[in-house]
């Protein structure tokens, strides 16, 4: 069992989620356009990334047992009350047999023992090693023109494309039940950091066909990676693949590329002789993107280098979701064992104290918006975590195979 970590019910630093509640009801009785309850799922499917300012020159004010994430974090199901700690399914063991042949677009992860988090985040500590056994992994993020294949195929609807279950949410009107999922919408000039709302918008009709809202398409755009991905489709698309979502420690174990210990899977420079290495933020967070690595927001896979295992995308781009379930504890009782973790499959539950009762899975790798302004998530090590059924328009997946 885990000890249990102290609850905390906020947002960011100073304001908490009652107050949140309070500020969507007040907000329906004054607006037609916008509801109560898009407002706050707006703000819970975002809104707990405020102010995590690690490493860089701004830091949060927050608990250690209570680690603030950027760019995203909360989610829908903050509109009604479900139990604080969520059972996870059995995970397969690992297949450990000899690798005969090179599936297409796959790159072989030899395995191997290695430190896996990082001092710099609150989350991801302590460092503890972890030995991780040999697989097989997607070079890039599964691509629109790859997760389009699977669609064809199947005849798939993602969770965006769904209306929102009125059983579900019973306080809705009809007319918020409408599909839809989270897009950022950077501000026209520099605003406070404490207000993640001035930068996100639920959108209607924004989906993986549609990642900017209903007037978008994919046009030319059959090699980005597909996003406004939940968790469950992404385990969708593995098992019609034959594949799976890759651990927590594997997918850290791959993105280091062998690079143990360092900041970033190309070493401990962001940017090696002036260049910059991976998609992030440039400019001044979140209203100028300066554009210096060559992109606003999303890049097509693999536009940058690809580290030393032969993967590209592995820091910043999009965020991938991996099979863990997220606790901030989790490290600290791998810790504990004494012993070295050995293909560890995460824990059996999830519990984060910044938005109780809602079950989160990790997130890895960081997106386009990261930036040291905000938040450093694009280190191999740092921790994402995120809602299952709540997907952006900056988070994608990959998926692993065994030998």
Same mark, same amino acid.
């Given at each position: 069992?885990?000890?249990?970590?102290?609850?905390?019910?906020?947002?960011?630093?100073?304001?908490?989620?009652?107050?949140?509640?309070?500020?969507?009801?007040?907000?329906?009785?004054?607006?037609?356009?916008?509801?109560?309850?898009?407002?706050?799922?707006?703000?819970?499917?975002? !809104?707990?990334?405020? %102010?995590? *300012?690690?490493?860089?020159?701004?830091? =949060? +004010? $927050?608990?250690? /047992?209570? &680690?603030?994430? !950027?760019?995203?974090? %909360?989610? *829908?199901?903050?509109?009604?009350?479900? =139990? +604080? $700690?969520?059972? /996870?399914? &059995?995970?397969?063991?690992?297949?450990?047999?000899?690798?005969?042949?090179?599936?297409?677009?796959? +790159?072989?992860?030899?395995?191997?023992?290695?430190?896996?988090?990082?001092?710099?985040?609150?989350?991801?500590?302590?460092?503890?090693?972890?030995?991780?056994?040999?697989?097989?992994?997607?070079?890039?993020?599964?691509?629109?023109?790859?997760?389009?294949?699977?669609?064809?195929?199947?005849?798939?609807?993602?969770?965006?494309?769904?209306?929102?279950?009125?059983?579900?949410?019973?306080?809705?009107?009809?007319?918020?039940?409408?599909?839809?999922?989270?897009?950022?919408?950077?501000?026209?000039?520099?605003?406070?950091?404490?207000?993640?709302?001035?930068?996100?918008?639920?959108?209607?009709?924004?989906?993986?066909?549609?990642?900017?809202?209903?007037?978008?398409?994919?046009?030319?755009?059959?090699?980005?990676?597909?996003?406004?991905?939940?968790?469950?489709?992404?385990?969708?698309?593995?098992?019609?693949?034959?594949?799976?979502?890759?651990?927590?420690?594997?997918?850290?174990?791959?993105?280091?590329?062998?690079?143990?210990?360092?900041?970033?899977?190309?070493?401990?420079?962001?940017?090696?002789?002036?260049?910059?290495?991976?998609?992030?933020?440039?400019?001044?967070?979140?209203?100028?993107?300066?554009?210096?690595?060559?992109?606003?927001?999303?890049?097509?896979?693999?536009?940058?280098?690809?580290?030393?295992?032969?993967?590209?995308?592995?820091?910043?781009?999009?965020?991938?979701?991996?099979?863990?379930?997220?606790?901030?504890?989790?490290?600290?009782?791998?810790?504990?064992?004494?012993?070295?973790?050995?293909?560890?499959?995460?824990?059996?539950?999830?519990?984060?104290?910044?938005?109780?009762?809602?079950?989160?899975?990790?997130?890895?790798?960081?997106?386009?918006?990261?930036?040291?302004?905000?938040?450093?998530?694009?280190?191999?090590?740092?921790?994402?975590?995120?809602?299952?059924?709540?997907?952006?328009?900056?988070?994608?997946?990959?998926?692993?195979?065994?030998?």
């Amino acid at each position: 069992m885990f000890a249990p970590v102290p609850s905390r019910c906020l947002f960011d630093s100073q304001v908490g989620i009652d107050w949140l509640i309070m500020m969507a009801r007040f907000k329906s009785r004054i607006s037609s356009s916008i509801s109560a309850g898009r407002i706050l799922l707006l703000v819970i499917c975002i !809104c707990g990334i405020v %102010m995590d *300012r690690s490493v860089g020159t701004q830091k =949060a +004010a $927050v608990a250690s /047992a209570s &680690p603030m994430q !950027c760019d995203r974090g %909360m989610s *829908r199901h903050s509109l009604q009350t479900i =139990a +604080a $700690v969520h059972e /996870a399914e &059995p995970v397969a063991p690992i297949d450990v047999s000899t690798p005969k042949s090179v599936p297409n677009g796959m +790159a072989w992860i030899p395995g191997g023992r290695f430190w896996m988090g990082t001092n710099h985040m609150e989350d991801a500590r302590p460092v503890h090693e972890v030995d991780v056994k040999g697989f097989w992994m997607d070079r890039t993020d599964v691509t629109n023109e790859e997760f389009a294949r699977f669609v064809k195929a199947t005849g798939y609807v993602t969770i965006a494309e769904r209306p929102l279950d009125p059983k579900e949410f019973p306080n809705l009107a009809p007319s918020d039940l409408a599909p839809g999922s989270v897009v950022f919408s950077p501000p026209a000039g520099p605003i406070s950091l404490d207000n993640p709302l001035a930068w996100w918008k639920f959108v209607k009709g924004a989906n993986w066909r549609h990642p900017q809202g209903p007037n978008s398409n994919l046009a030319g755009k059959e090699k980005f990676p597909v996003v406004h991905i939940a968790w469950a489709d992404a385990e969708a698309y593995a098992h019609w693949a034959g594949k799976r979502l890759p651990t927590e420690a594997e997918w850290e174990f791959a993105a280091r590329g062998g690079r143990d210990r360092k900041n970033y899977p190309w070493g401990d420079e962001l940017t090696p002789n002036g260049k910059w290495m991976a998609n992030t933020f440039q400019g001044h967070f979140p209203d100028k993107n300066s554009s210096a690595d060559g992109y606003s927001g999303a890049a097509p896979v693999a536009s940058f280098p690809p580290n030393d295992f032969g993967l590209y995308d592995m820091s910043g781009n999009v965020w991938q979701w991996v099979w863990d379930w997220y606790r901030p504890d989790y490290y600290a009782h791998l810790r504990q064992t004494g012993e070295v973790a050995s293909n560890p499959q995460g824990p059996t539950d999830s519990f984060d104290p910044n938005e109780l009762g809602v079950p989160k899975r990790v997130q890895k790798g960081g997106s386009f918006l990261c930036t040291d302004q905000y938040c450093e998530r694009y280190m191999p090590g740092a921790r994402g975590k995120g809602d299952p059924e709540t997907g952006t328009n900056h988070l994608g997946f990959r998926c692993v195979r065994a030998q």
